[in-house]
């Protein structure tokens, strides 16, 4: 079974700095895009950004010079590295990887159970 796990959620104050984790683990043959998502109570869940396999990355326009994805394959792990917090930006963040359990095998979307990012005074 594969699992994901998101870790690095708490409480900061506007202006800090957060940084999540997430890893992948259980057994399949290769992981494509890694992608955080966030919902805020009351609100539709939104991408937060993404990393292709390669490398390419991706953000959503309000996120763009204040958070940094990236993954270490050899780890299959993802991060995000969350600066000049916002109160607009507490949520809850999760983690989805785009898998392929076999080589022959199709791919599925995976998900963490998300984990809590709180920015207040």
């Known amino acids: 079974q594969v699992q994901l796990v998101e870790s690095g959620g708490g409480l900061v104050q506007p202006g800090g700095s957060l940084r999540l984790s997430c890893v992948v683990s259980g057994s399949f043959f290769s992981i494509s895009s890694m992608t955080w998502y966030r919902q805020a109570p009351g609100k539709q869940r939104e991408l937060v950004a993404s990393t292709e396999n390669g490398g390419t990355t991706s953000y959503a326009d309000s996120m763009k010079g204040r958070f940094t994805i990236s993954r270490d394959n050899a780890k299959n792990t993802v991060y995000l590295q969350m600066n000049s917090l916002k109160p607009e930006d507490t949520a809850v963040y999760y983690c989805?990887?785009?898998?392929?359990?076999?080589?022959?095998?199709?791919?599925?979307?995976?998900w963490g159970q998300g984990t809590q990012v709180t920015v207040s005074s």
């Open positions: 989805n990887a785009h898998i392929r359990l076999y080589l022959l095998g199709g791919w599925a979307d995976y």
